[in-house]
């Protein structure tokens, strides 16, 4: 197995209290807090505390060998950078002179608070808050990042195991990491994978509790703090689909009232789902075919009503079903990743008849490229049939383009994205977004980059952006 094959698989692979929420001091200030209609339910399921080396280890364990040379010497940079703003923190609030690794330390705190599923009804999640302290104490926290992750499958692991944004509290930023559900304390749940609007919520409801969590320990806010959304892949498609649930629903206006929405970085997206998928209808083409069943298992979650009494086995043709992906999917059964995920390999029929067209793509992860129309089944190919309908109609529910931004958003993409098709996500919504005034730039890593090494560069890339803050 090649080591783009194993990265990608460890990317993939990676009693309540009612309160209502009011607004933390700010400057020390404890007058003149707002009353906010929204309220949350949570509870502390557990806590630790890092070191500045151990946050480091965390933050940038992962396999370097794919990076870009470029990206690779951003990242030296941030190391550098963080290690020297751990020790200003450190001086800042203990007087210390170089002994940041004593003084600084990290308060990883797992909140289970209480939102919605995809039928309304509440439901627990779970997500990890990440918090800077000197010498013990709880420091003034600047600006909050609400860091929404990437693609994982793996039903045993927890959503925001990794730590790619962790190691910025140094900075005084305190870090937010939800889980969707099928992770964390929702273990063993199918996904709502791509139910964006959905997770929107979840993800603003985990502020909400943080926020309380932060007052409830006495912990200050600066005067004018705000909240940057940062994701990539799905999590650029939710991090998009935050700041729409912000300004456009009324709950994320109120919530708003303390999330104080500041700016969106939308990494190898913003993954607009029926964008996508329309590609794969138009070009017949896609990689990694183990993402379909996640869509549509997704859905079926997440628009139960819409999708009501329809298999995920009727999707797909009996060719495909052999290769078990689909039934895996459908039972909720991921016990073995690797298998499920190579067994594209196997497929020799439905593989792209000239793959010397797509082996650029090929060579840079391992996965051959599967012809959508005989991964499909009969039925689905039907434009008039009852599953296509269906499918399609969620898709549309979901889009995260439909609305003109107000706060700045940045789109990143690599050029070379072999999963999140380039045109109909990244290009499409600036191009939208542009001529609708909204304040959105676009931002590209190096032509050699694709899916799997353009989230270094796009991590290296934001983390110099939030330095700036």
């Given amino acids: 197995m090649n080591t783009y094959r194993d990265q990608w698989i460890s990317l993939l692979c990676a009693g309540l209290l009612s309160v209502t929420i009011v607004s933390c001091s700010s400057d020390g200030d404890n007058a003149n807090t707002q009353e906010s209609q929204t309220d949350v339910s949570f509870v502390v399921s557990a806590e630790e505390t890092l070191s500045v080396d151990e946050m480091m280890d965390m933050a940038y364990s992962a396999d370097e060998n ?48 209480q939102s ?15 918090l800077p302290m000197v010498s013990g104490e709880y420091v003034m926290i600047e600006d909050i990042l609400l860091s929404c992750h990437a693609t994982n499958i793996d039903m045993t692991g927890n959503g925001v195991s990794n730590a790619m944004f962790k190691e910025m509290a140094a900075y005084s930023f305190a870090i937010l990491d939800p889980d969707y559900i099928g992770f964390g304390v929702t273990q063993g749940k199918p996904q709502t994978y ?35 959304v940062a994701g990539y892949s799905q999590g650029g498609g939710n991090a998009m689909a935050v700041g729409r649930h912000i300004q456009e629903t009324e709950h994320g206006q109120k919530a708003n009232k303390q999330v104080n929405l500041k700016g969106l970085y939308c990494g190898a997206g913003p993954y607009t789902p029926i964008g996508t998928f329309n590609h794969w209808l138009e070009t017949d083409s896609l990689s990694l ?49 690797g298998q499920i995920l190579l067994g594209d390999s196997e497929l020799t029929d439905i593989k792209y008849p000239e793959p010397k067209e797509k082996t650029a793509y090929e060579t840079c992860l391992g996965f051959p490229w599967m012809q959508f129309s005989k991964i499909m089944s009969a039925e689905f190919a039907d434009p008039n049939s009852h599953i296509r309908t269906a499918l399609l109609k969620c898709l549309e529910e979901e889009r995260v383009d439909d609305w003109i931004p107000l706060v700045p958003v940045e789109i990143y ?15 499409d919504t600036y191009e939208k977004f542009r001529r609708a005034g909204a304040p959105v730039t676009l931002a590209e890593a190096g032509y050699l980059a694709n899916h799997l090494t353009g989230q270094i560069a796009w991590a290296n890339h934001v983390k110099v952006l939030l330095k700036k803050l």
């Fill in 194 to 228: 791509l139910c964006q609007k959905l997770i929107a919520r979840q993800c603003v409801d985990m502020e909400l509790a943080a926020l309380k969590y932060m007052q409830q320990q006495g912990i200050q806010l600066k005067k004018g703090y705000g909240t940057y």
């Fill in 66 to 113: 794919n990076a870009l040379p470029e990206d690779l010497e951003t990242q030296e940079i941030n190391k550098k950078d963080l290690l020297i703003a751990a020790q200003d923190l450190s001086d800042r609030y203990s007087g210390s002179n170089g002994s940041y690794h004593r003084n600084v330390t990290y308060k990883v705190v797992t909140l289970n608070y």
């Fill in 413 to 427: 993409t690599a050029p070379r994205d072999n999963v999140i098709p380039v045109q109909a996500n990244a290009y």
């Fill in 116 to 130: 919605i599923d995809g039928k309304g009804n509440p439901i627990t999640i779970s997500g990890k808050l990440t």
């Fill in 289 to 337: 075919s183990a993402v379909l069943s996640m869509v549509i298992k997704g859905q079926q979650e997440g628009h139960a009503d819409i999708m009501k009494d329809i298999q995920l086995t009727k999707y797909f043709s009996d060719e495909y079903l052999k290769s078990g992906i689909p039934q895996a999917f459908d039972t909720n059964n991921m016990s073995n990743i």
